[in-house]
Every structure is written in structure tokens, then in C-alpha cells.
């Protein structure tokens, strides 16, 4: 595709062609792996000298998520995990603060709450709807707020514009895990966030098979994080890696629709089902932020949860009988995922973490959403 650079690229168009290059891949309609550790430089100066630190097909994916994120550029791991503890490395020093939403993915909250406390950095959790919970919780040494919105198990949100403001005044940086909205649907850079960061195992590789992480932020702000944090823990991404996550990101806009579309469908339907208590699902007027969900995402993906009426072994037993989902803590790839992260808890770890006794968590899949839903009802049917 040879647009000019006065034409606006979609977002569907980025997914679709952005770094094809035809002329420089001798026209191949994909742009080929290189599967090399080393760039030899005898003759030309290119640019590139190891994969650990950069290489062609790696930036490819960074192109097409950077443009979609609406940032300057944009650095690929090799998992979620490498991109969020190297985003958090970037800020840190010794002796610092970090406010960190109670409801962040669970290794976020063990590498700020155990991991980094030895090395001198303290952070304090918040819960997670409440701008003015952060601006209590922030010190003089407060280095950087950790974001994570919509959450993936209870969906909180944070009012982003207004969290990027409070920072802002103060010299804090802030940090968003942007995997559940993905960058079709919530581009905090607009709002003043300083660095999103995505697991690319969950929607944007979208076929779970692969495990990857990204970072988008101020190109400054990337070119060091790839010499330091990436480079140094070597936590770079595979090119093949990389060359999957493109594929992947080739059918983003379709599969997002898709999910959307199936899961509004199905947190209806389970909202009004006689058996089912609560669904919490951002793409819901019943949920209780969905006012500024919207006023900050422009669509829902696929993942939601619910808690059924009974107890925690008729729930258990419940699940046994779905036929079509299988049973897993992973989300956002083609197939149909269920997870129990409020079955066996105490009252203890409930109350810590929010999350309510029976809660079921589902990643809805591109099957046909009436098969899903028939799915559902007939295991439900067994908690009468
Ligand atoms: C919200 C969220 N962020 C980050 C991660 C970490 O990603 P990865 O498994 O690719 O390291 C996950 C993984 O489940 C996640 O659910």
C-alpha cells in the first residue's frame, strides 16, 4: 500500500499495511523474518547490530502499535511481565514511591510490593476507582502512579484525564496496562499518560500462541528503555515472536468486533438469567463506572465476569459441565476461556482483593454466540 503521507491511516489500515515495504522486502506481501542474532556492518551502515537490542522484523509490530496507540514509538518484549517490570525499572531509583491500583494484575502488584522492596522501593495500593485515593497516597519520593484499566478480574476503572493531570502537576510519571481495551479502543497517551504497556499474549497476538509484551511512549523515553531495561535484561522479543504478533495484529479490528459484539450479547444474557446474581462487564450501563468507561474507551473487548447463585462447590461443579469453554487464567485469543478466581478464597483474601466469593471470569471466544450461550444456560441450569 502506497499512501500518501497527506492521507490518514485507519486504524484498520495500520493493522492491515503499515510497515509492508514492498520495495525493501523485494515486494513479498509479508515482510520476511529475520531470524538472524547478527547484523554484519563491513559495507553498509544500517542501523542494526543485534536482535537483543533492535532488529527489522521486531519493528514492524512496533510501528503498527505505536501508530495505533497514538505514541511516538514503541518497544516489544518478550512477555507482558518483561514490558511491565522494565516500564517500572525505567522510573525507579533507590528510594523511591510508587502508587500502584489494589486491582493491577497480580506478578505487577509481587514485583512492586515484594520484589523491588529490597532494593529500596516502597509502594503503596490504592483502591482502584478513586482518583482522590491516589493523591492521598502520594509522598514527596513518589516517582511513578501504576495504572491498570479496565482491571482484568473486577473491571475498575481509573478517570485517566484526571489521574495524567494530578501527575503531571507534580513531576510523577504514570504507567497504564492498556491490555483489556487493547489500543483500538483506549489510547491513554491522548490523555497525558506516560507509557501504555500491553501483554501481546492476551488480544494483539490473538491466537494464543505466543507469549509478548510492549511499551509505547515518547520516543526518547523508548530509545533508552531498549539500551537499558531491554537490552540489559534481554528481554527482548523473538523476531519470530515478533512476526506472529504482526500476523496477529493484521486481524485485530475484526477479531475486536467480533468479541465485543459476542460478549455484549452474552453479559446480557446472563444478567437477566434467573441463576446468575451479577455480571460486571465495562460494556454494561449496570456497571457502576460505566459513565466514565465511556467517556474514555471507544469499545469493550471480550473478557467479563459474573457470580452465579450457589456455593462454591455447586459452582465448581457447574463449571465441569461446560462443554465449550476450557479452563484457564489466560484471555483474548480465538477460543472460549473460563476462570474461577473466586472459588476457594477466604474471606480474607476477598476482602483484600475485591474480588466477591463465586466469581467466574470468562474470555469469549470467536464461536458462534448462540452456541456460547446455550453452552451457559445448561450449566447454569445445574445450580437449581
Ligand atoms: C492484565 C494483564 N497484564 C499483564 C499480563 C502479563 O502478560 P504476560 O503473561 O504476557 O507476561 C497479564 C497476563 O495474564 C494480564 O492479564
Redesign the pocket.
Known sequence: MNKQDSVRWTKEDICSHLGDEYDRYLGAIVPPIFQNSLFTRKTTDHGYVYTRVSNPTTEVAERKIAALEEGEAAKCFS????A?SAAIMYWMSHGSHVVCVRSA?G??REFLGSYLKPFGVETTFVRSGSTSDIEEALRPNTKLIFL?SPS?HLFEMQDLRAVAELARAKGIATVI?N??ATPLYQNPLVYGIDMVVH????YLGGHSDI???VIVGKAADMEKIMHRERALFGSNMDPHQSWLLTRGIRTLPVRMRQHQESALQIALFLEQHPLVERVIYPGLTSHPQYELGASQMTGYSGLFSFVPRGSDQAIHDMIGKLRFFEFG???GGFESLVNAPGLGISDEVSRATGIPHGLIRLSIGLEQPQTIMEDLDQALQTLK
Request: hydrophobic share 25%; glycine share 18%; charged share 15%.
Open positions: 512477555s507482558g511481565m518483561g511491565i494484575y506478578p505487577t491498570e482484568s496496562d491490555t483489556w501483554s501481546a499474549s492476551k507469549i509478548g509484551g487464567p489466560s484471555w
